[in-house]
Nanobody, 126 residues
Framework: QLQLVESGGGLVQPGGSLRLSCAAS????????IGWFRQAPGKEREGVSC????????DYRDSVKGRFTVSRDNAKMTVFLQLNSLKPEDTAVYYC???????????????????WGQGTQVTVSS
């Protein structure tokens, strides 16, 4: 059974850091691009970052560029999202999602992802 499980969320002060993990099981991770999305209360879900199957290509929404870093370890079936210089507006539930692609060096932050995790809460507050 294909499964994605996020972890690493929590409460952090503005300017702090967190490292989110997305552990995959039940499928071959290197066949999938991985996206990170978030949803704040009362707001629509938005794409945050993505990483290609090979890890050679990444993308970020403008508001997190220079602060968030996505990476993956296909051998360990895990994708990471490092969150630095966190701001209150980063508060949301963060989800990882998998998109099966033939192209190994591409990803995107749109719709159409095949599988989703249950989410992990990130709260940035003093």
């Amino acid at each position: 059974q294909l499964q994605l499980v996020e972890s690493g969320g929590g409460l952090v002060q503005p300017g702090g850091s967190l490292r989110l993990s997305c552990a995959a099981s039940g499928f071959t991770l290197d066949r999938y691009a991985i996206g990170w999305f978030r949803q704040a209360p009362g707001k629509e879900r938005e794409g945050v970052s993505c990483i290609s199957r090979s890890g050679s290509s990444t993308d970020y929404r403008d508001s997190v560029k220079g602060r968030f870093t996505v990476s993956r370890d296909n051998a360990k079936m895990t994708v990471f999202l490092q969150l630095n210089s966190l701001k209150p507006e980063d508060t949301a539930v963060y989800y990882c999602a998998a998109l099966e692609l033939v192209e190994s060096g591409w990803c995107y932050l749109g719709t159409g992802y095949d599988y989703w995790g249950q989410g992990t809460q990130v709260t940035v507050s003093s």
